[in-house]
T-cell receptor
Framework: DAGVTQSPTHLIKTRGQQVTLRCSPK?????VSWYQQALGQGPQFIFQ???????QRGNFPDRFSGHQFPNYSSELNVNALLLGDSALYLC?????????????FGEGSWLTVV | QQQVKQSPQSLIVQKGGISIINCAYE??????FPWYQQFPGKGPALLIA?????SEKKEGRFTISFNKSAKQFSLHIMDSQPGDSATYFC?????????????FGTGTRLKVLA
């Protein structure tokens, strides 16, 4: 039973560039959430996707956008990268109707903006 | 109101000792309280979780104590081992607009001395 998988694991981008991160949810899960975790901080909610629609959004600018595909996988896109976007980006998946709403994280994608 | 305050920021415990991490919240709409364990370079992994209608939940050496009236909950790690050295995050979940939202604490870096 594959867990949440993310790619790439590490990447370095230059200020102003764009980046796309990818996530495949755990088998049986239909909901994907993205989090940004700065060094020494807790995960900060970016947005959540279910049924290919953005259902919720945290306090992140429009430079952060996403997509969910029919197979439930998801992408996170960040445009016009800033140095402050350097962080670990975590994807978490869950089953929407699960009353426990337990989310399972992937290993994350380390983004460094130089 | 949506904050979860976690303490201490860091904790050093001798092997075999008890590690205690505390979290407090304000929003009474929170209805699920998980704890996550994160090792360096890895994504957070679900450790144990509790609902507010239960005062205590134990899984192996890990116990959550929940005080609904005080709006506080804590993680106790009994017989702490060097392998428990990691960062621990509490979280609180509330449901809004038909979906759920996770709010994470700022994390506690635990070091267990051999």
């Amino acid at each position: 039973d594959a867990g949440v998988t993310q790619s790439p694991t590490h990447l370095i981008k230059t200020r102003g560039q764009q980046v796309t991160l990818r996530c495949s949810p755990k088998s049986g899960h239909d909901t994907v959430s993205w989090y940004q975790q700065a060094l020494g901080q807790g995960p900060q909610f970016i947005f959540q996707y279910y049924e290919e629609e953005e259902r919720q959004r945290g306090n992140f600018p429009d430079r952060f956008s996403g997509h969910q595909f029919p197979n439930y996988s998801s992408e996170l896109n960040v445009n016009a990268l800033l140095l402050g976007d350097s962080a670990l980006y975590l994807c978490a998946s869950s089953f929407y109707r699960n009353s426990g709403n337990t989310i399972y994280f992937g290993e994350g994608s380390w983004l460094t903006v130089v | 109101q949506q904050q979860v305050k976690q303490s201490p920021q860091s904790l050093i415990v001798q092997k075999g000792g008890i590690s205690i991490i505390n979290c407090a919240y304000e929003n009474t709409a929170f209805d699920y309280f998980p704890w996550y364990q994160q090792f360096p370079g890895k994504g957070p992994a679900l450790l144990i979780a509790i609902r507010p209608d239960v005062s205590e939940k134990k899984e192996g050496r890990f116990t959550i104590s929940f005080n609904k009236s005080a709006k506080q909950f804590s993680l106790h790690i009994m017989d702490s081992q060097p392998g428990d050295s990691a960062t621990y995050f509490c979280a609180a979940i509330y449901t809004t607009s038909g979906t759920y939202k996770y709010i994470f604490g700022t994390g506690t870096r635990l070091k267990v001395l051999a």
